[in-house]
């Protein structure tokens, strides 16, 4: 990584504006449901108060629109902070202002100020410079380590970088790390997994790394753009009409680079899409009124089997609505599979992150992300805003 980092800088004693990514689930009595966000960013944080830092931290969380919300509140988040670190977060009620200047101006060393929701304000989003300037005038060095949201320019991602020496956090680190070494110089067999929704997600992560793959295992609801494309019987499952041609464009052109592509073979169906639906196993076609909601028994040991070789994974997009429990079974054995592997494998955040980390197997994959779209783009071999304006190595 040519990018500097934490440990490029001298920041002992420093005030540290740091980048986290805090979006973190909630409940209807804001309560967190998953803290995987915040774990992930306890490395940098320790790092800058080993170091005597003063740090400010900033985040956003879901999107209030512009406007302050008790629901989208990091009030919630300082409590969860400082129990994981063992010792009190202050808590700003804005992120800028004369209140958080004072705030700041009284931190002493090793002490945490977590900032409220940037996105309360719209100049957040709209990356305002004049709003950059004054988030950056709270510090003397910017860190990102907001991986998940790196892909978007906004103003404490992006324009903020623009006023303070900047490098990325440990967890920002590890993900171009990992990400880059996928995009790059994979270990071959190189094996991709991809499922969700939608195909017109994925197009772009299969275009760019179509001649660096040896295999692409589709499952989720856009495995069944590509059975239609077959000319396969899909009943009423998902299926993106306006894909089909470029559907069949892709098994082509997969066809033509010697990539194996391997499609469900049979299904896990419903009558319904809910969780309590009735549902039953189907073989390569589904009858009408039916949708696939999981791959089948038969197809997860084809997958199964197609991984035994690969020396690299990755995976995004759960493979049936794991969410729900009669729709969780591919996904969990691929999963139970790849942890075992000695494979490199890298989970590409979002809905897969959710699944593995519910499956209780996060810590036996090489990586896993913290950020959905942001690992996507990145495979897309895109430029992401928030890790170019990052200060490079000398």
């Given at each position: 990584m040519n990018k500097k980092t934490i440990k490029d800088i001298d920041i002992r004693g420093k005030k540290i504006l740091m980048r986290v990514d805090f979006n973190v689930p909630l409940n209807e009595n804001q309560q967190i449901t998953d803290d995987a966000r915040i774990k992930a960013s306890l490395p940098t944080i320790k790092y800058a108060l080993e170091n005597n830092a003063r740090l400010i931290l900033i985040s956003h969380l879901g999107r209030p629109k512009g406007k302050k919300s008790p629901e989208f509140s990091l009030k919630p988040i300082a409590k969860c902070l400082g129990e994981l670190l063992a010792q009190e977060v202050k808590m700003a009620d804005d992120c800028i202002g004369e209140g958080v200047k004072q705030l700041v101006d009284s931190l002493q060393e090793k002490e945490v100020l977590l900032l409220e929701n940037t996105r309360f304000h719209k100049q957040e989003t709209d990356n305002d410079p004049t709003f950059a300037k004054e988030l950056a005038a709270l510090g003397e060095v910017y860190i990102s380590d907001a991986f998940g949201s790196v892909h978007r320019a906004h103003a404490s991602?992006?324009?903020?970088?623009h006023y303070l020496p900047a490098a990325a956090g440990f967890l920002l680190e590890k993900e171009i790390e990992f990400l880059g070494k996928v995009t790059s110089s994979p270990d071959k067999p190189f094996t991709l997994i991809l499922g969700g929704a939608k195909v017109s997600d994925k197009i772009e992560v299969i275009m760019h790394l179509l001649n660096k793959v040896n295999a692409i295992i589709i499952g989720g609801g856009m495995a069944y753009t590509f059975l239609k494309a077959q000319g396969k019987e899909i009943g009423s499952s998902k299926l993106e009409e306006d894909k089909l041609d470029l559907a069949k464009k892709i098994l082509s052109k997969a066809e033509s680079h010697g990539v194996k592509i391997l499609l469900p073979s049979d299904h896990i169906v419903a009558d319904l899409f809910s969780a309590d639906a009735q549902h039953k196993l189907a073989g390569e076609d589904i009858p009408k009124g039916w949708m696939g909601l999981d791959v089948g028994p038969e197809t997860t040991e084809n997958f199964i089997t197609a991984l035994e070789e690969a020396k690299t994974v990755f995976w995004n997009g759960p493979l049936g609505v794991c969410e729900w429990e009669p729709f969780a079974r591919a996904s969990r054995k691929?999963?139970?599979?790849?942890a075992a592997s000695s494979a490199t494998t890298v989970i590409g955040g979002g809905d897969t992150a959710a699944a593995v980390s519910r499956f209780g197997l996060s810590d036996k994959m090489s990586h896993v992300s913290t950020g959905g779209g942001a690992s996507l783009e990145f495979l897309e071999g895109k430029t992401l805003p928030?890790?170019?304006?990052?200060?490079?190595?000398?």
């Open positions: 991602t992006e324009g903020v970088a691929v999963a139970e599979f790849l928030g890790i170019a304006v990052l200060n490079d190595k000398e």
